[in-house]
């Protein structure tokens, strides 16, 4: 299936410093998008997969899972390795599941995490019914568009394959076991309204990650896909920031290194 208008993976090469970002379930590059080019015209190398199964139907997210998401992040990591001298990862929902995953299973080759209403589990009676229910149904209403800015749209599927949900919901619990061995330094910017991933999920990534370097962010004017809401100035400038400081650290020490 050709990929949707506006859905394309985007890349930029730029600096030494490079950032990975990852999009959320059910949506596309096009979330991040504004994020990304923002990055890269102050010099940044950007990567901004589009992950297996999204941006065409819903009908092909139902062949994808987890390992499949996963992959393809951990694919455009390594290449960005190979790049740049620091590299840092982000994310929008499950997309900043995928980020700390990364983070947590690459250690050193991680230089920072910004995730904006990371996503950390299923919640209320759906998710328990999910193992029966994906063999009966085959999808729920859609997630996308959680937005507070009038005009502002997500694109993404307005349906939710249930096997495809379940397997999410077995990232979750994986990812959340692996989260103490995370320790890189932390930007967490959540929603103080969100329809889709409470509070609790960022507390929750709060209290089990090792990072000693850890920032919260509260954005006060968007819902859940913030990176295309009220806030979004805000969480490319904070995220700028972040990676700036950190990658001008790296940048002495290896200097420091050398000499």
């Known amino acids: 299936m050709p990929v949707l208008p506006g859905a394309e993976p985007f890349r930029h090469e730029g600096g030494e410093a490079g950032v990975l970002l990852c999009h ?8 991040l998008r504004p994020w990304a080019e923002f990055l890269a015209e102050r010099g940044l190398t950007v990567s901004l997969p589009l992950l297996p199964g999204h941006g065409t ?8 899972g987890w390992q499949d998401w996963y992959a ?3 694919r455009e990591l390594r290449a960005l390795r190979e790049r740049c001298s620091s590299v ?4 929008l929902s ?3 599941t995928l980020a700390l995953r990364l983070a947590a299973k690459h250690g050193d080759a991680v230089d920072g995490i910004v995730v904006v209403n990371p996503a950390n589990r299923m919640h209320g009676l759906a998710a328990y019914a999910l193992p029966v229910a994906r063999h009966v149904v085959r999808t729920t209403r859609g997630i996308a ?7 502002s749209a997500e694109l993404g ?8 949900a379940h397997s999410l919901r077995a990232f979750f619990r994986l990812v959340d076991g692996e989260l103490p061995q995370v320790t890189q330094p932390l930007l967490v910017l959540r929603s103080a309204q969100d329809h889709v991933v409470p509070a609790a999920d960022s507390a929750r990534v709060l209290s089990r990650v090792s990072s000693t370097d850890v920032q919260e962010i509260v954005l006060e004017q968007s819902y859940h896909v913030a990176t295309l809401d009220n806030d979004a100035d805000r969480i490319f400038e904070e995220s700028l920031t972040f990676i700036g400081r950190l990658a001008s650290a790296i940048g002495k020490e290896g200097t420091a290194a050398r000499g």
């Not at 959320?24 to 979330?31: C, D, E, I, L, N």
């Open 57 to 64: 139907r819903w009908e092909d997210m139902q062949l994808t």
């Open 145 to 151: 568009d959680d937005i507070a800015k009038e005009g």
């Open 24 to 31: 959320g379930f059910t949506g596309s590059p096009q979330s």
């Open 94 to 96: 499950m997309g900043g």
């Open 88 to 91: 840092f990862v982000a994310g």
């Open 72 to 74: 393809e992040v951990d």
């Open 157 to 164: 599927y307005d349906r939710v394959p249930l096997r495809a």
